[in-house]
């Protein structure tokens, strides 16, 4: 189904209660409203999600949205519903129960936007049932994601293609948009091939990344070994922040930064002013800041964070951003100060560069882009560690030091990780990663004989009730997996607890009586976190497996980039930095409305 510009136009003055579009929405919007699959690169805070949200209203059939984050996803949802679209999502954080429901709403027209993780594609009863919908519009948010050469690429993101096969039926097949702040000339190409488009006949909109609201300012921090300290520096733009008068966002690359950082605003600005953000607080913890932070009425009126937070967040009166050190590269910094002035007002954004967040931000590279030989040695390892079709629990750590000390060549846990992760995806090994929990030996035919056994009468219902919660969750799904009758599983006794509706007594007190004369439970570990590794194809040829050129060709990309960035933050004319950057977004993009 087609609109025009005019039909949009009515319903974002009916449900937004604006009189226009901005100029690029207009752009984008005319070329939704014709039909055409669209890529819009359009700076944060320009109102991206409109363009799949307001089409939603207008199409017949409903729109799916593939979202990287259930913050993102949340906070979408509570904007279309509270414009009167019925709209839900589908993450890892609900329970079945819930899923299904959102899922058949959407097949049965109830629900207008279904927002999903990438990861949820490669679900086989989700693409099953998803078919049997009437799908319009499949909108790819954040779709830098899906580059290769992208600055947050994630790999389910090239499961969208397969998302984008199923829903066409030989004559039509919905309509993609895809939307990003930050995608340079070469992703924007591999965007398009990644989802299997076709290049003649999407129609690409890149905006001016500058926006003309923001300062984009540098200060020394020390960059070249000279100046006053990022500390001190720090110190003085905190006196300058005016915390009665809209909020302020603070970005450090630690978490024990971001905390420092807090403490230093608080001393200033009194206790509870600021807070700090990073994935080693707890979800609720997390989730309490980011509404504070959003509440006109809240206390914290700086937040200093990894750079996790922001993403979803839509705060219209950021009055400053500042960058504690160096991003990774344009696209980062481009994306982190974008989160500012949002309501259109002037509003600050500074980068505090040193030798030394130099130098950190270097180190990350390189655990982000082991070379060539790690992967081997890696490899070799995991063929001396296992045997054919064995599981082992292991974590990265524990891998860095074996390998360090046997193959005397120092690798980082964070090597490691990406190596795993790596092998996982071209399909070498399998891997699972697992919170903190108790690895058991089970023999399932004896766990079900213990449930079933008439002399069992007397055991009380609660323990029944674990040892069926114990099968149902956590033995029978491995022994689809496995089809073994002695299995490794790994359980979380917390986890456990909340499924049965039981303590973690109880869950304690039922595993104990398995052992013994049940000999249903034949050992059981000591609880760790980690990963689960089981080795796919056996002795294969890595030079033949991996993408060797790929791989290197990413170390020597992130590194250009940084150098990139070092450059933008030397450069003294604020002028020269905008034009350095639209250089940068802009140059040699074909077909492109500026």
């Known amino acids: 189904m087609t609109f025009t510009i005019e039909e949009a ?45 307001l089409p939603a209203l207008l199409c017949e059939g409903g729109t799916i949205v ?14 279309a519903v509270a414009r009167g679209i019925s709209a839900a999502c589908i993450n890892s954080a609900m329970d079945d129960d819930d899923q299904w429901e959102a899922l058949e709403g959407f097949v049965n027209g109830s ?8 990861e949820r594609i490669a679900v086989r009863s989700f693409l099953s049932t998803i078919i049997r919908a009437d799908v319009s519009i499949i909108a790819v948010d954040e779709s830098h994601c899906c580059s290769q050469w992208g600055h947050q690429f994630r790999p389910d993101y090239l499961h969208i293609h397969r998302l984008i096969s199923a829903l066409n039926d030989g004559e039509v097949r919905p309509q993609v948009l895809c939307m990003t702040a930050t995608a340079t000339p070469i992703v924007v190409e591999d965007i398009v091939a990644s989802l299997g488009l076709n290049r003649e006949e999407i129609t690409i909109l890149v905006d001016d990344p500058i926006r003309h609201n ?31 008068e809209g909020r302020h966002l603070v970005y450090c690359s630690s978490r024990n930064g971001s905390e420092k950082l807090a403490e230093m605003c608080e001393d200033i600005h009194g206790k509870g002013v600021a807070v700090a953000y990073h994935a080693g607080l707890t979800g609720n913890t997390r989730q309490a800041v980011q509404e504070d932070f959003s509440d006109e009425q809240g206390d914290a009126r700086i937040v200093c964070a990894t750079t996790a937070f922001g993403m979803g967040i839509d705060v219209p009166d950021i009055r400053s951003v500042t960058l504690f050190g160096f991003p990774g590269s344009l696209e980062d910094y481009t994306q982190q100060i974008g989160r500012a002035g949002r309501d259109g007002k002037r509003s600050k954004t500074i980068l505090i560069g040193s030798q030394g967040s130099a130098e950190w931000q270097m180190k990350l590279i390189e655990n982000e882009n082991p070379p060539v030989q790690h992967y081997h040695l890696v490899w070799d390892h995991l063929h001396e ?18 390998i360090t000390a046997k193959r005397v060549t120092a690798m980082s846990p964070d090597q490691v990780g990406v190596i795993l992760n790596r092998l996982h995806s071209t399909g070498l090994i399998e891997r699972r990663t697992i919170k903190e929990g108790v690895p058991l030996t089970v023999d399932r035919d004896a766990l079900i004989r213990a449930i079933n056994a008439d002399e069992d009468r007397e055991t009380k219902p609660q323990i029944l009730h674990v040892w069926r919660t114990f099968l149902q969750n956590c033995v029978q799904p491995e022994y689809e997996r496995e089809n073994r009758n002695c299995l490794e ?69 992130d590194l250009a980039r940084f150098q990139r960035m070092l450059v933008f933050a030397r450069t003294r004319s604020s002028d020269d930095r905008k034009q350095m950057l639209r250089d940068y977004f802009l140059k040699s993009v074909d077909e492109s409305v500026y």
């Not at 207009?26 to 109102?47: K, S, Y």
């Not at 593939?66 to 904007?79: E, G, T």
């Not at 560690?385 to 074996?402: C, D, F, H, I």
Request: proline fraction near 3%.
């Open 214 to 244: 923001l300062t984009y300012d540098i200060e020394d921090g020390g960059m070249d070994g000279g100046g006053a300290s990022e500390w001190r520096v720090f110190q003085r733009l905190i006196r300058n922040m005016d915390t009665r």
């Open 489 to 557: 599983v790994w359980i979380n006794k917390t986890a456990l607890g909340e499924q049965a509706g039981l303590s973690k007594w109880f869950i304690q007190r039922g595993l104990e009586q398995l052992m013994g004369k049940r000999a249903a439970v034949l050992h059981m570990g000591k609880a760790v976190a980690g990963v689960l590794v089981k080795i796919i194809k056996w002795r294969a040829n890595l030079s033949e497996e991996l993408p060797v050129e790929r791989i290197s060709e990413k170390r020597d990309r």
């Open 9 to 53: 136009e009515a319903v974002l003055r009916q449900q937004w209660g604006y009189t226009a579009f901005r100029k690029s929405q207009r752009a984008a919007m005319e070329c939704v409203g014709e039909g055409d699959d669209v890529l819009a690169v359009l700076p944060t805070g320009t109102g991206k999600s409109l363009l799949y949200q």
């Open 111 to 118: 629900i207008r936007i279904l927002y999903i993780s990438p």
């Open 385 to 402: 560690k296992l045997m054919p079709g064995m599981v082992a629990r292991t974590n990265r750590n524990e891998l860095s030091q074996e």
């Open 66 to 79: 593939v979202s990287p984050l259930i913050a993102l996803m949340k906070d979408q949802v509570d904007q």
